[in-house]
């Protein structure tokens, strides 16, 4: 059974960076591929980004240009390096792979 556990949120200022790390246990297949999801107080779930092997990775128009999605398929991870944070991207955010979903992590951006 896989799981994933999110790890690395916290509280950043406008303007900042932090970088958020998705780990996988179990026996998961580098070919497929993995997102980033994440949900405001009060707003529904929304997606964030995806990345599989190889170049492919895609982006809600959101978070283009200041968030960078990556993977490392030997150690099972999965990262979202977010720059230029803003308020609104304040939530939890979750990892998700086959379907499966990590407990999230939450991500505050306050002064």
């Known amino acids: 059974q896989v799981q994933l556990v999110e790890s690395g949120g916290g509280l950043v200022q406008p303007g900042g960076s932090l970088r958020i790390s998705c780990a996988a246990s179990?026996?998961?297949?580098?070919?497929?591929?993995m997102h980033w999801y994440r949900q405001g107080q009060g707003k529904e779930r929304e997606w964030v980004a995806t990345?599989?092997?190889?170049?492919?990775?895609n982006y809600a128009d959101s978070v283009k240009g200041r968030f960078t999605i990556s993977r490392d398929s030997a150690k099972n991870t999965m990262y979202l390096q977010m720059n230029s944070l803003k308020p609104e991207d304040t939530g939890f955010y979750y990892c998700?792979?086959?379907?499966?979903w990590g407990k999230g992590i939450l991500v505050t951006v306050s002064a």
């Open positions: 990345v599989t092997t190889g170049a492919y990775k």
């Open positions: 998700n792979y086959a379907g499966l």
């Open positions: 179990g026996t998961i297949l580098s070919t497929n591929p």
